[in-house]
């Protein structure tokens, strides 16, 4: 069967394709068009909406529907000419018109962008530095400490003076050349000294003061400090200490262990299982470091055409969509999330394109390992991915199925098993 399609290679990354829409093709699409135009049709004799064809040719000629016609079969026609040159588009192609032909097939060219060459350089058994994976007694140690003065109860001090890692209550009016500012006051604010909370030098200076003591606290804002109208200025905070309260820690027994963790026993069982969580988080990053390494020398290894900007911004397009999906599972929406951060759409969109072409350039060189590596899913496969997706986000098996095609499902199965070839054959040093 001779070929309808055709790919022109003009720049490393676009070029040109020219296909062919055959008339059983164009004869459907002038079904479609005439069906959907004739509802709104009346002709002498014939009730609106039922003109014949033959009437409506007459009348107004079929070249009438060629338009409407031609966006009927025009999408099924690109996708089948992209898939039979083979090509890989990443936008939106630019359609150009060559031919309407009464009687021959349609011709057509588009610009199309597609993705850059990839040639990969070395991906297996790359040199990774050594991870290390052991619990020292000190860390053990540390946690359990963590978890002491999360236990910990605050109880006041009568006439003491306040020190580092005591909690004050205090009441406090900041201004700046004698002027109070927006949210530079408070009642009852509970405040850790030593916390790093407030502005640099505040928390200082109420060390060593009782509660009932007035102290007039004098800091300078960051010149960075979000609020632009006090970034670098002097200020005084009028500030009274009501309380001061110090932290009890709970002595450490077997009682402690029982309070923290209903598992266990004693405090030897805690010391246990805190010992075995972090030799689980210590592999987990251990395993993380060693696939990011080897995967970015994957990369830097790999010679990549220049990235298509359409590349880079469908890739912070979607970066955006789940880091703000994120947001509104947490509650809040995109206004008040980027009134709080002090930023706004366009700082967060920066960020994303800052490392958008590195994130497509690892996914280009996975994508090649899979062809290099003839990857090739099998049903099985796909039918345990849905199963693992179901359980992992609490959904029906069919909801998924229904969310995500074969194909979808195949392409991350084997991104997943590329990324393991890079992964366990890079060895240790």
Not at 346 to 358: G, I, P, T
Not at 384 to 395: G, T, V
């Amino acid at each position: 069967m001779a070929s309808k399609a055709k790919w022109t290679k003009k720049g490393k990354t676009d070029g040109e394709l020219s296909f062919k829409i055959d008339r059983d093709k164009i004869n459907e699409g002038l079904d479609i068009a005439f069906k959907k135009v004739r509802k709104n049709l009346n002709a002498p004799g014939f009730r609106k909406g039922k003109m014949p064809r033959q009437i409506f040719n007459k009348m107004y000629g079929e070249s009438s529907l060629y338009e409407e016609a031609l966006n009927a079969i025009l999408p099924e026609a690109y996708n089948n000419a992209v898939e039979e040159t083979k090509i890989e588009p990443v936008d939106q192609p630019k359609i150009d018109v060559e031919s309407l032909s009464e009687t021959d097939p349609w011709v057509l060219k588009a610009l199309v962008t597609v993705k850059p060459e990839v040639k990969l350089g070395k991906y297996k058994d790359l040199e990774v530095k050594k991870q290390k994976r052991t619990v020292t007694k000190k860390a053990v140690d540390d946690e359990i400490e963590n978890k002491r003065n999360q236990q910990a109860e605050l109880v006041l001090k009568e006439d003491q003076p306040a020190k580092d890692g005591d909690t004050v209550v205090i009441d406090y009016t900041g201004t700046v050349d004698g002027t109070e500012f927006d949210g530079g006051s408070a009642k009852n604010y509970s405040l850790e000294l030593g916390s790093n909370s407030f502005i640099p030098g505040f928390e200082e200076q109420l060390v060593g003061h009782k509660a009932g003591e007035d102290v007039v606290v004098k800091v300078t804002f960051p010149e960075e400090y979000h609020a632009k109208d006090l970034a670098g200025k002097a200020a005084e905070f009028a500030t009274t200490i009501h309380e001061v309260k110090e932290k009890q820690l709970p002595k450490l027994d077997d009682e402690f262990a029982k309070d923290v963790d209903d598992s266990v026993e004693t405090l030897d069982e805690l010391k246990e299982k805190i010992k075995a969580d972090l030799k689980k988080q210590k592999e987990s990053e251990a395993d993380a470091a060693i696939q990011d390494e080897a995967l970015q020398k994957a990369v830097a290894d790999a010679k990549i055409d220049d990235i298509p900007e359409a590349m880079i911004d469908t890739e912070v397009d979607n970066q955006m969509n789940q880091y703000m999906n994120t947001i509104q599972s947490q509650g809040m929406n995109p206004e008040m999330y980027f009134q709080l951060t002090g930023t706004t759409e366009e700082d967060l969109r920066n960020q994303f394109k800052s490392e958008a072409d590195n994130r497509v350039k690892t996914d280009l060189v996975l994508e090649t390992v899979v062809k290099e590596e003839k990857i090739k899913p099998t049903k099985k496969e796909v039918e345990d991915e849905i199963k693992s997706l179901a359980a992992q986000y609490n959904m029906d098996e069919k909801v998924v199925r229904q969310s995500l095609t074969d194909e979808m499902l195949k392409h991350d199965i084997a991104v997943k098993k590329a990324l393991d070839i890079i992964v366990d054959s890079a060895v240790e040093k």
